[in-house]
Nanobody, 122 residues
């Protein structure tokens, strides 16, 4: 059974940084993604990485500010978020796709974490 456990959310002022972590258990050789959902909005794609680490993709809204990475030895994926803005406020979800190809659609991810709240104050 695949389990995803997120950590690292919190409250930060605009312009600040946070680092989210997602520990995966139960499966190797896959694609990992981060999504977010703000109140009253649909869940949206943030970033994804192939487990080999050789390929990533970002949403335009976070490109240049967020960095996704992984540490295979610990089965963990990270999302480094810099220059945070109030509009980044959302619940952030880690997701795992059983196939290796990068994908920006939530419909193609098979497992989800419980979510971690990120709040950016102005």
């Amino acid at each position: 059974q695949v389990q995803l456990v997120e950590s690292g959310g919190g409250l930060v002022q605009a312009g600040g940084s946070l680092r989210l972590s997602c520990a995966a258990s139960g499966r190797s050789s896959y694609t990992m993604g981060w999504f977010r959902q703000a109140p009253g909005k649909e869940r949206e794609f943030v970033a994804a990485i192939r487990w080999s680490g050789d390929s990533t993709v970002y949403a335009d809204a976070v490109k240049g500010r967020f960095t996704i990475s992984n540490e295979n030895a610990k089965n963990t994926v990270f999302l480094q978020m810099n220059s945070l803005k109030p509009e980044d406020t959302a619940v952030y979800y880690c997701a795992l796709r059983r196939l290796a190809g990068l994908c920006t659609s939530a419909n193609f991810y098979d497992y989800w974490g419980q979510g971690t709240q990120v709040t950016v104050s102005s």
